[in-house]
């Protein structure tokens, strides 16, 4: 227990780095020690944030949705970002959204300076995993948080999860008719992949940004969009976005007229994943 005291510091990151790790392997049993550790010896509640985000996102894997759900909304609420009882539309929630853009360029967008301060981070990382729970089981809600990621994006800096805000609130506008603005959304989407520096979100990304994009370039370029999705999904460790851009890219081979015997191998592919 003194290793507490004597070099918090290297105990703290020791647990979290352990912590990620049993969730990597479905250890939720070693996670929940580890967490209760972390929790009960952390200084301060922003040191708790990484196991905090990592116990969630074992709630979701472990079809624990609702509460993961939860978990999430209460942490952002004590960091002083409030997502429940938020009662507009989304057609409502989407047009606030594309009014605030409307004030910036895209250039503007692309070269907004990059978020630093590390709670601010952990809150987007909440935020991003929060947004494909919702798509699940309450989609309703969705553009709500869509809306708050964009917005601190703008006033924070752009982070990794940022270009998810985007790639979703391109799908939601696609959604509601116009896909000529959708498609807008997305593409600057995947452009801000590349501009925040990291690969960490460029899986679900494309994963959203992929369907919308299919309406106005050839349907057969889709197929490398999702191979690429795969790929980067695979090398930031989400297996979950993974997964799914290989699904869409299967049922897009059905309709983009690819050789059956093709699809029928890629799907079995599939279903060893």
Same mark, same amino acid.
């Not at 200084?43 to 990484?50: A, F, N």
């Not at 709630?59 to 409030?82: K, T």
């Not at 000529?180 to 979100?201: I, N, P, Q």
């Not at 309709?255 to 093709?262: C, D, E, I, K, R």
């Given at each position: 227990?003194?290793?507490?005291?004597?070099?918090?510091?290297?105990?703290?990151?020791?647990?979290?780095?352990?912590?990620? *790790?049993?969730?990597?392997?479905?250890?939720?049993? /070693?996670?929940?020690?580890?967490?209760?550790?972390?929790?009960? %010896?952390?200084?301060?509640?922003?040191?708790?944030? /990484?196991?905090?985000?990592?116990?969630?996102?074992?709630?979701?894997?472990?079809?624990?949705?609702?509460?993961?759900?939860?978990?999430?909304?209460?942490?952002?609420?004590?960091?002083?970002?409030?997502?429940?009882?938020?009662? !507009?539309?989304?057609?409502? *929630?989407?047009?606030?959204?594309?009014?605030?853009?409307?004030?910036?360029?895209?250039?503007?967008?692309?070269?907004?300076?990059?978020?630093?301060?590390?709670?601010?981070?952990? @809150?987007?990382?909440?935020?991003?995993?929060?947004?494909?729970?919702?798509?699940?089981?309450?989609?309703?809600?969705?553009?709500?948080?869509?809306?708050?990621?964009?917005?601190?994006?703008?006033?924070?800096?752009?982070?990794?999860? /940022?270009?998810?805000?985007?790639?979703?609130?391109?799908?939601?506008?696609?959604?509601?008719?116009?896909?000529?603005?959708?498609? %807008?959304?997305?593409?600057?989407?995947?452009?801000?992949?590349?501009?925040?520096?990291?690969?960490?979100?460029?899986?679900?990304?494309? *994963?959203?940004?992929?369907?919308?994009?299919?309406?106005?370039?050839?349907?057969?370029?889709?197929?490398?969009? %999702?191979?690429?999705?795969?790929?980067?999904?695979?090398?930031?460790?989400?297996?979950?976005?993974?997964?799914?851009?290989?699904?869409?890219?299967?049922?897009?081979?059905?309709?983009?007229?690819?050789?059956?015997?093709?699809?029928?191998?890629?799907? @079995?592919? !599939?279903?060893?994943?």
């Amino acid at each position: 227990k003194k290793h507490w005291e004597e070099h918090y510091e290297l105990s703290l990151e020791l647990f979290d780095l352990a912590a990620k *790790c049993a969730l990597t392997n479905s250890d939720y049993t /070693s996670l929940k020690l580890l967490s209760e550790q972390v929790i009960a %010896h952390g200084r301060s509640y922003e040191d708790k944030l /990484s196991v905090m985000y990592v116990s969630t996102c074992a709630l979701a894997f472990s079809f624990r949705l609702p509460e993961s759900i939860e978990q999430g909304l209460d942490v952002l609420a004590n960091l002083g970002i409030e997502l429940r009882g938020m009662g !507009t539309s989304m057609e409502a *929630c989407v047009q606030e959204t594309k009014d605030l853009l409307s004030i910036y360029t895209d250039d503007q967008i692309l070269n907004t300076r990059q978020m630093i301060d590390p709670t601010m981070i952990m @809150a987007m990382k909440f935020l991003g995993k929060l947004i494909g729970g919702m798509n699940q089981i309450m989609p309703a809600s969705s553009p709500h948080v869509t809306q708050r990621i964009i917005q601190l994006s703008l006033l924070h800096g752009m982070s990794p999860v /940022s270009p998810i805000g985007f790639a979703h609130l391109g799908s939601y506008t696609a959604k509601l008719g116009d896909i000529s603005e959708g498609y %807008h959304y997305v593409k600057l989407a995947r452009f801000l992949v590349d501009k925040v520096g990291s690969r960490e979100s460029a899986g679900g990304v494309i *994963c959203i940004a992929s369907p919308v994009r299919s309406y106005v370039e050839p349907l057969q370029a889709t197929f490398e969009y %999702h191979n690429e999705g795969y790929a980067a999904a695979m090398e930031s460790g989400d297996i979950l976005q993974a997964a799914l851009n290989i699904l869409v890219r299967d049922g897009v081979f059905l309709f983009a007229g690819v050789n059956l015997q093709t699809t029928q191998e890629k799907i @079995a592919e !599939t279903a060893n994943f």
